[in-house]
């Protein structure tokens, strides 16, 4: 069957929560667990037979690392792979309604919809498999997975007939509890979707028509695939979710990104083990899930790990430690520097002696079903602890302590800092 896959990449304005990461690199392209978060989308679909291509969308604008990225997926993954950019952001069921025909060309009949911003097994196969037996396969399927009651309150929460899982009643981010499924942001969709996309639009259009407004027509087209079709499409027989017991988790902030790395480094052992770096004589010692860049260059008495990936041209001196960490292409930690529940930005130096530290926000290790909270920066008025976070080319001097910071790029700093957001 010919199929096709979007990924739903947002655009500049978003992901603020990963500052000051993004401001080098868009978020989609952030590295997890040693690829591009969006590469993992890419390799998951590019598995699944029939796919003929794979579409990014969104209101980036196309700059050289995009369109690298791009060019190396497609030779990498053997499927043709294009971003459309929307004008202005479209919300999650404008654009992929705008270029509805680009998505249905070489005769589509159906596609996959990503959520960008999600780490997850992504069980593709299993979703269409699924649609096959249950329900019709004109049918849509929503990716669930179960949430804590309180944490669902973040998410599309989804109630389902127990027996077919017919999707009853769709509420996004509820304020008082609905159910704990929630909606993983990976679809299943048939051409048919369109209709009841194009029926929001028309209402819309309708709607704003009547207002005195001169881009009455572009406001139209911006369609919250949740709010305006998941709730209308609730209860009509023809929506269903999938849920799965797989991993899974969003990635808004910066700690999340340590989170997921450490789920995607976990699935590695199956998927990739070339990917983990082992234990080798002369080489560093590895504890765990650890990734390093073919291209890094590790002290043989350093130890890593877990849940570290080092980036390309990364050099690690002598007695270094780190551990649950994301340390970017070009950075340097010089000897005996210690670097805890951090991201070293690209191209930043870490001073001799020197420990980085931030606080993990990792989910609850007691509650089989908790998510990691991507909270705000801050909390009655102060800055909640959490990862500490060094922008790109920062430059921290010898035998100082930096606990539970932001730096931002380009900064040299010249003490120690402890809670800061340092501008
Ligand atoms: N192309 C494009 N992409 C967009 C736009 N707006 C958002 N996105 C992308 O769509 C995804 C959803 O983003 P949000 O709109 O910020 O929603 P959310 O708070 O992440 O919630 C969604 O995902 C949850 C799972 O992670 C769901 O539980 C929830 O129901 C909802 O679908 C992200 O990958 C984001 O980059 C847009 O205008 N255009």
């Known amino acids: 069957m010919p199929l096709k896959a979007v990924i739903l990449i947002g655009g500049p304005q978003k992901g603020t929560r990963f500052r000051p990461l993004s401001f080098e690199v868009p978020k989609p392209l952030f590295p997890v667990a040693g690829v591009p978060m969006v590469q993992h989308h890419i390799e998951a679909c590019a598995k699944v037979p029939g796919m003929k291509e ?49 998505i249905l060309s070489g005769g ?12 997850s097994e992504f069980p593709l196969q299993e979703m269409l498999e699924f649609r096959q037996q249950h329900g019709d396969v004109h049918s ?25 899982q017919e999707v009853q009643h769709y509420v996004e981010k509820p304020s008082t509890f609905v159910s704990e499924i929630i909606n993983c942001g990976i679809y299943l969709f048939t051409p048919a979707i369109f209709q009841h996309i194009g029926e929001v639009f028309q209402r819309n259009q ?40 797989g991993f899974w988790s969003q990635i808004k902030s910066a700690g999340s990104a340590i989170y997921a790395s450490r789920l995607y480094l976990n699935q590695y052992s199956k998927s990739h083990p070339e990917r983990l770096a082992q234990n080798k004589p002369g080489g560093p010692v590895i ?16 130890v890593l790990g877990p849940n570290v990936s080092i980036g390309e041209g990364v050099t690690v001196g002598a007695g270094v430690r780190v551990r649950e960490s994301i340390v970017l292409h070009g950075a340097s930690l010089h000897d005996h520097t210690c670097v805890l529940n951090t991201i070293v930005g690209w191209d930043s130096t870490i001073g001799r002696w020197a420990r980085v530290e ?12 908790a998510k990691i909270d991507s909270e705000t920066l801050f909390r009655d008025g102060r800055l909640t602890p959490s990862i500490t976070i060094l922008g790109c080319s920062v430059t921290i001097p010898a035998e100082v302590v930096i606990l539970n910071s932001i730096v931002l790029p380009h900064k040299e700093l010249s003490r120690s800092y402890k809670n800061q957001i340092i501008l």
């Open 54 to 102: 794979i579409l990014l969308m969104g209101f980036y604008q196309p700059n050289e690392a995009l369109s690298r990225f791009l060019v190396s997926a497609q030779q990498e993954f053997k499927v043709p792979i294009r971003y459309l950019q929307e004008y202005a952001a479209l919300g999650t069921g404008g654009g992929i309604y705008h270029f509805r025909d680009q």
């Open 358 to 369: 931030g606080t993990p926000s990792d989910p609850n290790p007691n509650d089989p079903y």
């Open 140 to 164: 849509f399927v929503i990716l669930g997975t179960t949430a804590n009651r309180t944490q669902a309150l973040n998410y599309g929460c989804i109630v389902a007939n127990a027996g077919t």
């Open 206 to 245: 309708q709607e704003l028509a009547l207002e005195e407004s001169s881009n009455g027509w572009q406001r139209a087209e911006v369609i919250r695939l949740e709010q305006d079709v998941f709730t209308a499409l609730a209860g009509s027989g023809k929506l269903y979710v999938y849920k799965t017991d």
């Open 287 to 302: 504890r765990g899930n650890v990734y390093i860049h073919p291209t890094a260059s590790i002290d043989s008495t350093a």
């Open 108 to 119: 589509a009949e159906a596609f996959f919809v990503l959520n960008a911003d999600v780490c």
